[in-house]
């Protein structure tokens, strides 16, 4: 989009906003969106574009459920918030509950907060203060793998790959966890036994994205390699944190990814489609073992942790509305049609010139490629083609709404060839 395409408000506000992950001085104008409607963005030029990224991955129903709005509206024009320190209220009771309901195992305790980073610090402090409450203060590092990402707060970033993710800036002024490769096979899993034969007393909990490991490169893993690294966190005492905030909600063919390995985490985070893209709103999740150790009549030994507006009405009316789209429409149904429809239509795509790997899981269509020279020339194709599909790093992705119909998801998977056939032309 050009200065000249855009609106006054745009043109007035632009140069005094900061955009995320973006070099202000080169970054092309993005594009003025002006209205949202079930899987498509209109933008202020009157183009109208199918979204493929599900606005980093939240809007799982579409936009502008009427459903939604309904319970959001309601909530708004009784309590929009109330701090929850001394209060509680029914949108946030009845939300812990419908979640514990929902989520495996005695994942039975909810902390509340507004964003996946900050869920995942909660988790890790949590999961010190379980040891420390228990008179033990050596347990204090964490093990995460290469080509994971969760969050870009201080702490979050520790446990994020630190070499192919977006935090290599900030190297030695974060904490230095133990990153290890993910173990695929027997002799990756010896690696992490020997690993933990050394260091377990160290080490507070494992982190891992479950199935698939999303922003640090859509890179998947087999249920099985879940149930192991589960199994030899039982084994050797340690926590097991699992960051459901991407895959949760139905994205890769069962409600929570976990349940696909039979794996109750320690610890589980959840975010983005838990609103069904509408508001902020995340959630630490803890099993009644991590919750007890916290039961004292010591005050110190309580969680002494409070976001703002932890629990806020106006977003758990949201997810209580989601959820209920989740009962009563066969999301799970649509994500399989779509698994089934992105294997069809991204197969072709392997047969490109520089495109290493086509892979699909639920509602996850990624193309791997040797490398991407240009992402802001890709994502303006992308415009162009009449779709919001927005690579990274070197592969292009597809995460639509769950809603999607077949007609729409084609248009999706038609762009992603043409664009990529002329990539391969270019290079």
């Not at 498509?40 to 030029?45: A, E, G, H, T």
């Not at 959001?72 to 001394?86: A, C, D, I, K, R």
């Amino acid at each position: 989009m050009s200065d000249a395409d855009w609106p006054d408000w745009a043109r007035a506000g632009y140069p005094h906003v900061w955009l995320p992950y973006a070099q202000m001085q080169t970054q092309p104008l993005p594009e003025a969106a002006i209205s949202a409607d079930g899987v498509r963005i209109k933008l202020s030029d009157g183009k109208d574009l199918v979204d493929g990224t599900s606005s980093w991955w939240t809007a799982c129903h579409g936009y502008g459920h009427p459903h939604i709005i309904e319970k959001v509206t309601e909530q708004l024009n009784s309590m929009p918030h109330v701090m929850l320190g001394g209060f509680v209220h029914e949108p946030v009771l009845t939300l812990a509950k419908r979640l514990t309901d929902l989520l495996p195992g005695d994942l039975n305790h909810v902390f509340f907060s507004e964003s996946g980073s900050v869920s995942v610090e909660i988790s890790l402090k949590m999961a010190i203060q379980y040891w420390r409450n228990q008179g033990d203060k050596r347990r204090v590092k964490f093990i995460s793998f290469r080509g994971g990402y969760h969050g870009d707060t201080m702490s979050a970033m520790s446990v994020c790959d630190p070499e192919e993710g977006m935090h290599k800036l900030f190297k030695g002024v974060i904490l230095e966890q133990f990153v290890l490769d993910l173990p695929r096979d027997k002799a990756g899993f010896v690696g992490l036994e020997s690993f933990l034969q050394r260091e377990a007393t160290r080490v507070a909990a494992v982190v891992l994205e479950p199935l698939v490991q999303a922003a640090g490169g859509m890179k998947f893993h087999t249920p099985e390699i879940l149930a192991k690294i589960a199994d030899t966190c039982r084994r050797y005492d340690v926590l097991l944190i699992l960051d459901e905030i991407a895959t949760g909600f139905g994205r890769t063919g069962s409600m929570f990814a976990c349940e696909q390995a039979d794996v109750i985490p320690d610890i589980m985070t959840l975010s983005k489609a838990l609103t069904g893209g509408t508001m902020a709103l995340a959630a630490t999740v803890a099993t009644d073992r991590v919750y007890d150790a916290f039961l004292s009549d010591d005050p110190s030994k309580g969680f002494m942790h409070g976001p703002t507006y932890t629990g806020n009405a106006l977003a758990c009316a949201a997810a209580n509305a989601s959820m209920d789209l989740f009962e009563q429409e066969d999301r799970l149904g649509q994500v399989a049609l779509i698994e089934r429809q992105l294997t069809s239509e991204l197969a072709d795509c392997s047969s490109l010139a520089g495109v290493t790997d086509v892979r699909v899981k639920g509602a996850i269509g990624v193309v791997q490629l040797d490398r991407i020279p240009d992402l802001n020339a890709m994502r303006r194709r992308f415009v162009a083609e009449g779709v919001w599909v927005r690579p990274f790093g070197d592969f292009v992705y597809l995460m639509p709404p769950l809603v999607i119909g077949a007609q729409d998801l084609t248009f999706l998977t038609k762009a992603v060839r043409t664009v990529l056939a002329e990539w391969v032309a270019e290079r």
